[in-house]
């Protein structure tokens, strides 16, 4: 098992490495953050003043390895806009971000781990099509679309939630909601899917000869095994959710990390995408190693390997 | 005797499929006592699992069951509730199946899986329940069996899996033990061990058990009544010595030309078998359904109907053929 987790702790350190050599290769090809230091007025003499003054005149590794060199000893540098230092402008900010994710992920297994048990128990009958439905429309509906009637509904006709901010904890119903439902319809299948395998395994019909009671057979027996891959797709979901906030946040005028990026790319804010890319990578980096762990200890046939 | 355990008179089980109304199970009845053993025998789709399914109140969603009869310790089992049956599973009756690979939680440990049940039918203590999980794990054979408690089924063979799953069945010491084929998933040299034991824990709980098994070898000498089944019906039932020594039924016959008799049957010889194919059970079926496999079938057999002829002593098959007919005939098996 230590053998295991520094096996594969290695190989996300590598593809971190190999994420954020890409991004900052592909963004500095993509913009010139010279013009952008420099803003509209600036005449060629400032930016190659400029260009001088950051070294982007040099290869682009040698400007990667200077970066990642400063990045790993937690110096991300300064927001060409802001001119503040992004390392601050990052964890002032990170810990929202976080919150929905984990408020969204929870909702949507809340709504779909029920929502699969229900339906796997009677297959085809009227509660597995009405959370098939309900599925179906999580997926089909825009989440852009889908947040923008929550607004127009509970926002602005009743006036249950507020549309903007993250101040209180009402500022986050919403967008949790809209990210979460987002992720339902993949979890709930999967659990589905799991259920009605294990609900027909050998060990459900030895835990019905035994007598157990339905909520033991159901609960026990069957859903600890079911849920066992739905584990590992949350924390995959996790990180989809995390990249979805881009688009909630900014909805929501939540100003976590989404926000900051989207406004960072308006921006070419270069050091913040590159520092906000990093930290999205790592999350799910992290995140699939935490789920392997976490499989291992649910299904004890692994923990052996 | 000390009284019946079980009887089951009539047992029907329909299940419908694309094809039409299938019935894998036409009519069956036994019964069991105290300190007995039942072995059922024939041919694999003959309905022998649907029929213990039938006895514990587990057949599938879809299947249909009916009976004339089907009472377990004086009591009417036909009508009881979900709940009411789930009591007596795993309390005074309980099944050995014939997976252990699979038959296990792979998320428990052996020690969680033998003590829930009996938490949930004898009492609700731990400590005992541990006790008795570690007493019967002795018995049924397996070493250092306190340490065994902690461990996870994938970490034991299919041959420990199957005593593991005896001992949970004993647990709450059953009246009625089922063991359905409990050896066929099993290495050869295993099987005997295991048969051997379970019949000897039969004699030592003096439980009555119904044995399902394709090894005639271990009918002979651990069955008090043989039932040999084929197409869903009863063919010929009788004390075991009875079965054995004069058996009416041609399929039987042919059956027990299967077996290997010592000092007869050559090593690496080829054992016989019943020729043809299993009939399509789906829709109506009249007449006698092993005509056309049969070596004395005459146009009388297609309008046969079920009325066993009885021998005496319990022993009655189902058959056109008078007692007379049949024995002139050299005997399939005779007792070395
Ligand atoms: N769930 C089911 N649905 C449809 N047919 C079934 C089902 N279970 C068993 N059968 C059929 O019923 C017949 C008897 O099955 P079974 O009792 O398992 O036979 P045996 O245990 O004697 O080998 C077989 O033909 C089998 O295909
Ligand atoms: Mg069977």
């Known amino acids: ?305 | 005797m000390s009284g019946t355990i079980l009887e089951v008179e009539n047992l029907s089980v329909d299940i419908p499929v694309a094809a039409g109304m299938l019935h894998p199970v036409r009519g069956i009845g036994f019964s069991v006592s105290r300190g007995e053993t039942l072995c059922i025998v024939g041919e694999s789709g003959c309905g022998k699992s649907l029929t213990s399914l039938a006895v514990m109140g587990l057949l599938p969603k879809t299947a249909r069951r009916s009976a004339d009869r089907m009472e377990f310790l004086g009591r009417d089992i036909r009508s009881l509730r979900e709940r009411e049956m789930a009591r007596l599973r795993g309390g005074s009756m309980s099944m050995i199946f014939q997976e252990p690979m699979t038959s296990l939680n792979p998320s428990y440990t052996i020690g969680n899986q033998l003590a829930e049940v009996y938490l949930r039918h004898v009492e609700q203590s731990r400590a005992a329940a541990r006790d008795r999980a570690v007493f019967l794990l002795e018995k049924v054979g397996i070493s250092s069996a306190a340490s065994r408690l902690g461990q996870y089924p994938h970490q034991l063979s299919g041959g420990q899996r199957q005593r593991v799953m005896i001992a949970m069945a004993l647990m709450c010491g059953p009246e009625l033990i089922i063991a359905d084929e409990p050896t066929t998933a099993l290495d050869v040299t295993i099987q005997a061990q295991i048969l051997h034991l379970l019949a000897e824990l039969q004699r030592e709980f003096r439980m009555g058990m119904i044995l399902i098994t394709h090894d005639l070898g271990i009918v002979a000498r651990v069955a008090d009544k043989v039932q040999v089944m084929y197409a869903g019906k009863t063919v010929e039932e009788g004390p075991c010595e009875t079965v054995f020594d004069a058996p009416m039924h041609p399929y039987t016959q042919g059956l027990l030309r299967c077996i290997p008799i010592p000092g007869r049957t050559q090593r690496g010889e080829r054992l016989g078998s019943v020729p043809g194919i299993v009939p399509n059970l789906v829709g109506e079926l009249s007449g006698c359904m092993f005509r056309n496999r049969c070596d004395y079938a005459s146009d009388a057999c297609a309008g046969m109907r079920d009325e066993p002829t009885r021998m005496g002593d319990g022993h009655a098959y189902t058959c056109l053929r008078a007692p007379e007919e049949i024995s002139g005939e050299p005997q399939a098996a005779e007792t070395p």
């Open chain 1, 1 to 305: 098992m230590p053998a295991y987790t520094l096996k594969r702790t290695f190989v996300a350190f590598l593809i971190l490495i190999v994420v954020s050599g890409l991004t900052f290769s592909l963004s500095h090809l993509s913009a010139d953050p010279a013009l952008t230091i420099g803003g509209e007025q600036a005449s060629d003499e400032d930016i190659q003043a400029i260009r001088k003054l950051y070294g982007f005149d040099r290869p682009i590794h040698v400007q990667y390895l200077d970066w990642l060199g400063r990045a790993l000893s937690g110096d991300f540098g300064e927001s060409y806009h802001y001119k503040q230092r992004v390392f601050d402008m990052v964890s002032e900010r990170i810990g929202r971000t976080m919150l929905l994710g984990t408020l969204a992920i929870l909702f949507a297994l809340a709504v779909s781990i029920p929502l699969g048990t229900l339906a796997a128990m009677r297959p085809n009958s009227i509660t597995d099509r009405i959370a098939l439905f309900i599925a179906v429309l999580g997926q089909a509906l825009p989440t852009f679309w889908f947040a923008l009637m929550m607004i127009i509904v509970f926002g602005v006709w009743w006036r249950w939630l507020p549309i903007s901010g993250h101040t209180q904890w009402a500022n986050y119903v919403m967008p949790t909601i809209a990210l979460g439902y987002y992720a339902t319809p993949a979890l709930m299948r999967l659990t589905r899917a799991g259920m009605i395998e294990v609900l027909a395994s050998d060990y459900i019909r030895t835990a019905r000869a035994k007598g157990l009671s339905p909520a033991s057979v159901l609960f026990k027996h069957a859903l600890r095994n079911a849920i066992i891959p739905v584990v590992a797709l949350a924390a995959v979901w996790f990180g989809f959710m995390l990249g979805g906030s881009i688009v909630i946040e900014t909805i929501f005028n939540l100003k976590g990390i989404g926000w900051l990026s989207y406004d960072a790319l308006l921006r070419s804010d270069l050091p913040v995408v590159q520092a906000i890319v990093l930290v999205f990578a790592s999350f799910y980096v992290v995140l699939t190693l935490l789920a392997d762990l976490l499989n291992a200890y649910l299904d004890p046939r692994i923990s052996v390997r």
